[in-house]
């Protein structure tokens, strides 16, 4: 059905009064915001980017920014992507969302587009220069959780497989601190082993059937996301019984975790930081292009989704996707401003 001229009217004023809460951003509307993204390999940086296009479509729309464009480099790369910033400044953005390949290798860029008058707003992948806002997510403690989680499951302790992200990156090395923090503090368990899985399915199952052979038996397989269900095809393909598998909220990891709880009762946990965080950077920017005061770090929680959870979880997730959380202005605001 085509909707009436005053149909489509009247969907545009309900669309502004969505997006913009209490009326239009006079101050924003002709502001242009630019995604810089040092990588896209995973469904869970495919989910950041589709929140990314979703929410920031809607305020383009609502005419509350002028363009809120997504660039990804073709390497994750810190000096590609800090060309790319450069490229971005001198194309007139008054923003840059970063989702950064290095916290301290950006600096440089970063420092430059403060100096031109652009905000800087990472998340995820944070920067440490000063002069940018930082939405983090204590990806320590998301490493550290998964062990306490195992404690409970293993009082005796047990052997683990550590799956870790894509190398080189602050958030790999978080995770993975937090899960030997976890192990210290729980001598009982040890690390037999530890790959690189890249935060992708089809990588952890090739390296975990790589190392499986040399390893002793497993308890558990601690994780970053995006590897649960590799290393459960890597587990079942080599003929040895499946441990318990820390998931990481993607749909195939929910599927495959419902399948074995209604088969066997098979219990676990998912943890993982909501790709939609993408959305609320978008509205930190623009908060801070209409002259809010926004404190320069902000924290959001990691998403966790339990025994309890898991159906209710898995139906709102789409197939090929993550289990998310997208920012409207309001829940941006109560972020931002703490009501």
């Known amino acids: 059905m085509k909707l009436t001229t005053l149909g489509k009217l009247c969907c545009t004023v309900a669309t502004v009064a969505l997006v913009t809460g209490s009326g239009a951003f006079a101050d924003t509307s002709g502001k242009k915001i630019a995604l810089s993204n040092n990588y896209a390999g995973n469904s869970w940086r495919q989910a950041m980017l589709t929140s990314w296009e979703k929410v920031t479509g809607e305020a383009v729309t609502a005419g509350v920014v002028a363009s809120a464009d997504a660039f990804t480099t073709a390497e994750n790369q810190v000096t590609e992507q800090a060309a790319q910033i450069q490229n971005l400044i001198l194309q007139g953005y008054d923003a840059i969302v970063i989702n950064a390949a290095s916290p301290e290798g950006?600096?440089?860029?970063?420092?430059?587009?403060?100096?031109?008058?652009?905000?800087?707003?990472?998340?995820?992948?944070?920067?440490?220069?000063?002069?940018?806002?930082?939405?983090?997510?204590?990806?320590h403690a998301m490493g550290k959780v998964q062990v306490e989680y195992l404690a409970g499951r293993f009082p005796d302790g047990g052997n683990l497989l550590e799956i870790r992200g894509l190398a080189g990156v602050f958030v790999d090395d978080e995770i993975s601190g937090g899960i030997h923090e976890g192990v210290s503090a729980n001598d009982k368990f040890n690390i037999q082993g530890s790959v690189h899985g890249d935060w992708a399915q089809d990588v952890s199952q090739k390296a975990v059937a790589g190392i499986l052979p040399s390893l002793p038996d497993i308890a558990a397989v601690v994780t970053q996301g995006g590897d649960g269900y590799g290393a459960a095809q890597a587990f079942k393909a080599a003929g040895r019984d499946t441990p318990i598998i820390v998931m990481g909220n993607r749909h195939d990891e929910l599927t495959w975790w419902k399948e074995q709880k209604d088969a066997n009762g098979y219990e676990t946990m998912s943890v993982s930081i909501a790709p939609g965080v993408s959305t609320l950077a978008f509205w930190v920017a623009q908060q801070v292009l209409d002259g809010a005061e926004v404190p320069q770090d902000l924290s959001v929680p990691f998403l966790s989704i339990t025994q309890d959870t898991l159906e209710e979880s898995l139906k709102t997730t789409q197939a090929g996707g993550v289990a998310n959380v997208e920012y409207s202005l309001d829940d941006s605001k109560a972020v931002i401003f703490g009501n």
Do not use: H, M, Q, W
Request: contains cysteine.
């Open 106 to 139: 950006l600096n440089g860029a970063v420092k430059e587009a403060c100096d031109a008058g652009v905000v800087v707003v990472s998340f995820d992948g944070i920067v440490t220069e000063p002069c940018a806002y930082r939405i983090a997510v204590d990806f």
